[in-house]
């Protein structure tokens, strides 16, 4: 009587087993990574003359309006570099309204130095790109992993996944008083996709 030969004779649980393995490993080979592109995010509303107030508030803890109403009183210098009589109204003026909210001398100069900037020559304040990338499977985003949150975006920046133009992607963007995650991307989700052909 012949022998089985376990070897050349696999069992119908082997060939179960290998073939399991086999769509496991053609899953995981679809699976890949995308880089993802991030542009703009420095906007600033026209009222507020380039200054990044939504920064500026949320580091000094208070709402965007209540910056804007502070500011209101301050009359900044036409070529950017008050006299010290200017520089000494002005703070007097935004401490007048900020000091009923909790906001120091201190906090104020540490903040206003952190996000001073010469748009004119070309300068942008303070700021750290986000990085990203999406997982991709089957021409499909599966996933979006923000791999560094970055800094310093006052309105959410344009993102776009590489080789997917019919992807659309939403960023959320957090503020706080910490100045080195004051404006980073919280999260990306897809708003709209269609399947890669």
Request: with cysteine.
């Amino acid at each position: 009587m012949a022998l089985s030969n376990p070897i050349c004779c696999p069992t119908v649980a082997a060939w179960s087993a290998l073939a399991l393995l086999v769509m496991g490993a053609v899953g995981h080979a679809a699976e890949t990574k995308m880089p993802i592109t991030f542009s703009g995010g420095h906007d600033t509303d026209q009222k507020d003359g380039g200054r990044p107030v939504v920064l500026i508030a949320a580091a000094l803890g208070v709402k965007t309006e209540v910056f804007r109403e502070a500011f209101s009183a301050v009359t900044p210098a036409k070529n950017g570099q008050p006299t010290g009589e200017q520089a000494r109204q002005n703070k007097a003026a935004l401490m007048k309204v900020l000091q009923t909210y909790g906001v120091t001398n201190d906090q104020l100069d540490e903040v206003s130095d952190y996000y001073r900037y010469r748009p004119q020559v070309g300068q942008m304040w303070k700021n750290k790109p986000a990085k990203a990338h999406a997982v991709v499977m089957d021409g499909k985003v599966k996933e979006i992993i923000v791999t560094d949150p970055g800094a310093g975006y006052s309105t959410p920046p344009k993102v776009t996944v590489q080789g997917m133009d019919g992807v659309e992607l939403q960023v959320t963007l957090s503020f706080g008083k910490d100045l080195r995650t004051n404006g980073s991307v919280s999260g990306i989700e897809v708003a709209k996709a269609k399947p890669v052909k």
